[in-house]
């Protein structure tokens, strides 16, 4: 008598790992309209200071609770370059550019990373590029060139907020790829908890100023400063990290072309900031961009091979039984 096979338990990760995935998605997209908000009371440096030690804090308390101890030897690469590169500088510089351009320009500027992740994966993790892929992602890199035609004639404030979210754009992608083979050797709770505290020991040199501004910021700027720790920060990165160790970086990567037009809405109803029309548009543009390299092509069906029953024989190649 033959078992009756049991049910897989792919679905039940898969659908763990998309709910990782639009967990990132959504307080990623919080956390822009976060940085605009404390960036007017604390200065770039200090911001991403005392973000990444609140998440530390939060990251390392989970990470004693649950005994999982150091990550072997082999995942302290990708650890560091992505400490330095994801946590540190993208951080600081997105926290900068972000004084320079409202929130949903600068995740909007920000999210060509997602392009350079697929190439970066496609040269450094041999990663293929499926053509959905790469269309999609020359969908949503035309939502960011609609950006920044948008924010033509502001001035040259508008073009140093645009330079600094290109580099952060490259620190993100670069600590992206990084971080994609050390997840083969811990978990992401190790992986993003020792990251984020490289990120901190990096930012240390902002610590007179983080005192300094925190002294005189008012509590609601200190507040999302906390909340930029807890939330984007040490849930947000952990949920990636989960979600990256289960698909491509490139794939991974698209997803986060829904952060725009996220932050597009919440900028409007927490901020009162409007992007113009083009802005919109190119959000837009970003979103589409993700249907498109988020579906899959469908597998053609295999022809049917004619039953004995129906052969005859003016038909070529079919067979009595």
């Known amino acids: 008598m033959t078992a009756t096979p049991t049910s897989s338990p792919a679905p039940l990760r898969d659908w763990r790992a998309t709910a990782a995935a639009g967990t990132t998605v959504l307080l990623w997209a919080?956390?822009?309209?976060?940085?605009?908000?404390?960036?007017?009371?604390?200065?770039?440096?200090?911001?991403?200071?005392?973000?990444?030690?609140?998440?530390?804090?939060?990251?390392?308390?989970?990470?004693?609770?649950?005994?999982?101890?150091?990550?072997?030897?082999?995942?302290?690469?990708?650890?560091?370059?992505?400490?330095?590169?994801?946590?540190?500088?993208?951080?600081?510089?997105?926290?900068?550019?972000?004084?320079?351009?409202?929130?949903?320009?600068a995740a909007m500027v920000v999210n060509i990373g997602p392009l350079l992740i697929a190439l970066l994966g496609s040269r450094m993790l041999g990663e293929g590029l499926p053509r959905r892929l790469l269309a999609g992602m020359a969908v949503s890199f035309a939502g960011a060139a609609v950006v920044g035609l948008s924010m033509s004639g502001h001035g040259g404030a508008s073009v140093l907020g645009v330079l600094l979210c290109?580099?952060?754009?490259?620190?993100?992608?670069?600590?992206?790829?990084?971080?994609?083979?050390?997840?083969?050797?811990?978990?992401?709770?190790?992986i993003t908890t020792f990251g984020c505290l490289v990120g901190t020991v990096a930012c240390l040199p902002f610590s007179g100023a983080l005192v300094s501004d925190a002294a005189d910021a008012p509590l609601s700027a200190t507040l999302n400063m906390v909340y930029l720790g807890l939330f984007p920060t040490a849930l947000a990165f952990t949920t990636w990290a989960y979600a990256l160790a289960r698909t491509t970086a490139g794939r991974m990567g698209a997803t986060t072309y829904a952060v725009p037009a996220l932050v597009v809405l919440m900028s409007w109803l927490l901020l009162d900031e409007v992007p113009a029309p083009l802005a919109v548009a190119g959000g837009l543009l970003c979103l589409a961009g993700v249907a498109v390299s988020r579906t899959r092509p469908r597998r053609s069906p295999e022809p049917a091979r004619p039953s004995p029953r129906s052969c005859s024989r003016t038909r070529p190649g079919c067979r009595r039984g």
């Open 30 to 105: 919080s956390a822009f309209v976060s940085i605009r908000s404390a960036g007017a009371a604390y200065s770039p440096g200090a911001l991403a200071l005392g973000r990444l030690l609140a998440g530390s804090l939060a990251l390392g308390t989970l990470l004693l609770v649950r005994r999982e101890g150091l990550p072997p030897r082999a995942a302290w690469p990708g650890i560091i370059w992505s400490g330095l590169l994801w946590f540190g500088l993208y951080m600081v510089v997105l926290n900068w550019g972000e004084q320079q351009v409202d929130a949903g320009t």
């Open 166 to 190: 290109l580099l952060a754009a490259v620190a993100y992608a670069t600590g992206v790829v990084r971080q994609k083979p050390a997840l083969r050797h811990g978990s992401a709770l190790q």
